[in-house]
């Protein structure tokens, strides 16, 4: 049994990763879908790619 719960567990986690990850993307658009009610196209991009260098900085 102790093999039984690793692999439930395991399938568990997984899962959970999957679904934070989904849940994640999905407000992302949310928020991108706002932001071009405001801002242009261009102004939206270039936010993002701000956001996105900040991010691989981070590492």
Request: with cysteine; hydrophobic share 35%; charged share 35%.
């Amino acid at each position: 049994m102790p093999n039984r719960e690793r692999r439930v567990d395991r399938l568990s986690r997984e899962q959970t990763n999957e679904f934070l990850r989904r849940s994640s993307i999905t407000y992302l658009e949310c928020c991108v879908s706002l932001m071009l009610t405001h801002l242009s196209r261009e102004e939206v991009a270039e936010i993002l790619e701000q956001e996105a260098h900040m991010v691989r900085e981070l590492g």
